[in-house]
């Protein structure tokens, strides 16, 4: 017989109130793209908490500046490509990470994190709670966004 027959694991769901969320403040600056993205998007999901659970949002605001400062390792500026597409035929835009970066500076890290999140409606709740800047300005001040410890070791680059 088995003896733990009759016992039942109980799962613990946070409500809805009791999820406190955190302004955290990133500076991109100097930092390598993916190993940055990854930390973020763990935060957003909430990952670092106690209480995650998986179907819920239980994470926290990011706030990237310095997006126009952030690198890639190796031949990535000239190699690595963005495409979209318009929906019509040849509508297939291509641009290489340098001219993205020059151009639209915030769009490189976005879309990094958001490959991150899950794929679903969840993914884009979560999307909502990041705001990246190109420069060290942003309009937060008023939640007091606090610096991010950011894991040294995750982010080494070799």
């Known amino acids: ?22 302004w955290y403040l990133v500076d991109a600056e100097n930092q390598t793209l993916g190993r940055l993205a990854t930390e973020v998007a763990s935060v957003l999901r909430g990952k670092n908490k ?6 819920l949002d239980t994470g926290d605001f990011v706030v990237v500046v310095n997006a126009a400062k952030v690198r890639v390792s190796g031949n990535k500026a000239e190699q690595k490509l963005y495409r979209r597409h318009s929906g019509r035929p040849g509508g297939m835009k291509v641009e290489s990470f340098q001219s993205l970066q020059k151009r639209l500076p915030e769009r490189v890290i976005e879309k990094a994190i958001k490959g991150m999140l899950p794929h679903n409606a969840l993914g884009r709740q979560l999307f909502r709670k990041l705001k990246v800047y190109g420069g060290p300005d942003h309009p937060h001040e ?3 966004p606090q610096p991010l410890k950011l894991d040294p070791a995750a982010l080494a680059t070799k």
């Open 1 to 22: 017989m088995n003896r733990h027959a009759g016992v039942m694991n109980k799962t613990s769901t946070p409500s809805i109130d009791s999820i406190n969320r955190h």
């Open 50 to 55: 106690a209480n995650f659970t998986p179907h």
């Open 142 to 144: 008023a939640q007091s």
